[in-house]
C-alpha cells in the first residue's frame, strides 16, 4: 500500500513526502512508524485500505498531515487540531522556551489568541506554579483547546473576546502570545499550503503585520504588573519591525532577540517597566 501511494506520487513529480506517508498509514493502523516497519508484511483490511485512500487523497491535494490525522506533537505531547485551529510550529516551541525561562515562580500568565491551546497548556504542564488564562475570538478553537487541556489534563482558564477585552480589568504577571503576524498584502512570504488554515489565525490587517502587538502592548500598561515578561513570536519578517516597535514603546523595557537553533529572531522578550522622567 505505501509503495503504491509513493509511486503515485513519483510519477507525479509532486506530493506528499515519503515520511508522511508512513506516518498515515501507521495513523489509519493505530501504531507507531517502528511497528510499520517491523510488521511490513502485514495485508491490511479493506476497512483499512479505503481509510488509508481517503487521507492519501486529501495529501495529494495538498492537504497538511496535522489537519488529515487529526494531531500534531507539541512540546513532546500530542494535541488535538482541527481546521478551526492554527497547526502548531516548531517557531512556537522557542516562543514556549524562552516563556518558562522568563516567567516569574507562581506568576498569573495571560495568553491570548491561544488556538489549540498548545501554548497555554504546555505552559500550565511545565511549569505547575504558574495560573494560566487563555483566550481566542474563536469559539471553535478554544473548544479544541479545551478539549486538548482535559486530554492532556492540564488547569486553563479559557475565555472568549478579543485581545485584552475578555480579561478587563485584571492585571497578570506575564503576557505570552503568537497573535495572527501573516500580512495579506505580502503573498510572497507564504505558501499555498495555508489555505488550509484558519484565516482569523493568519492575517494580520493588509499591510499592517504588527498590528495584534500593538493592541497587545497597549492593553499591557494596565493589564500587566511592572517588570511583568512579555514574550511574543513574530514572523521571519516581522521580528525586526516589532523590535523597533516596543525599543520606542516608553511603558516596555530590556527589549531582547531570542534566536532560534538556526540563528533566526522568531520570539521577542520584553518586560513591561515603569515609565521614568
Ligand atoms: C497564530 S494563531 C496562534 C495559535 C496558537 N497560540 C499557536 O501558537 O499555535 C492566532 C490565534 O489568534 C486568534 N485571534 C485572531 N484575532 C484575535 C483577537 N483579536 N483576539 C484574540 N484572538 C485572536 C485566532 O483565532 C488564532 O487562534
Not at 127 to 142: G, H, K, N
Not at 147 to 158: F, H, P
Not at 166 to 174: D, I, K, L, Q, S
Not at 189 to 210: K, N, Q, V, Y
Request: proline letters at 7%; a negative charge.
Amino acid at each position: 500500500m505505501l509503495e503504491a501511494a509513493e509511486a503515485v506520487v513519483v510519477k507525479r513529480g509532486s506530493g506528499p513526502a515519503r515520511v508522511d506517508l508512513a506516518r498515515c498509514l501507521a495513523g489509519v493502523l493505530g501504531v507507531s512508524r517502528l511497528h510499520l516497519l517491523l510488521d511490513y508484511e502485514r495485508p491490511l483490511s479493506e476497512d483499512e485500505r479505503a481509510s488509508y485512500r481517503a487521507r492519501f487523497q486529501r495529501l495529494l491535494d495538498g492537504e497538511p498531515l496535522a489537519y488529515v490525522m487529526g494531531r500534531r506533537e507539541f512540546f513532546g505531547r500530542s494535541f488535538r487540531v482541527t481546521p478551526d485551529v492554527l497547526i502548531p510550529r516548531p517557531e512556537t516551541e522557542t516562543l514556549v522556551s524562552a516563556a518558562l525561562e522568563a516567567l516569574p515562580e507562581a506568576a498569573h500568565v495571560f495568553e491570548p489568541c491561544t488556538g489549540s491551546g498548545c501554548v497555554a497548556i504546555t505552559l500550565a504542564l511545565e511549569r505547575p506554579d504558574l495560573v494560566v488564562t487563555a483566550s481566542d475570538v474563536s469559539a471553535p478553537a478554544l473548544g479544541v483547546a479545551a478539549e486538548n487541556a482535559a486530554s492532556l489534563g492540564a488547569e486553563v482558564e479559557w475565555l472568549k473576546g478579543s485581545f485584552w477585552q475578555p480579561v478587563a480589568g485584571r492585571v497578570f504577571g506575564g503576557l505570552v502570545a503568537n497573535p495572527p503576524y501573516v500580512d495579506p498584502a505580502r503573498p510572497d512570504l507564504f505558501d499555498a499550503s495555508l489555505r488550509f488554515e484558519p484565516e482569523a489565525a493568519l492575517f494580520s490587517p493588509a499591510g499592517d503585520p504588527t498590528f495584534a502587538y500593538r493592541e497587545l502592548l497597549a492593553g499591557g500598561i494596565d493589564g500587566l504588573v511592572i517588570g511583568a515578561p512579555v514574550l511574543f513570536e513574530a514572523g521571519i519578517d516581522t521580528a525586526e519591525p516589532l523590535a523597533d516597535l516596543a525599543e520606542r514603546h516608553a511603558d516596555y523595557g530590556d527589549v531582547t532577540r531570542v534566536l532560534d537553533i538556526a540563528g533566526k529572531c522568531r520570539v521577542l522578550r520584553l518586560r513591561r517597566c515603569a515609565v521614568t522622567g
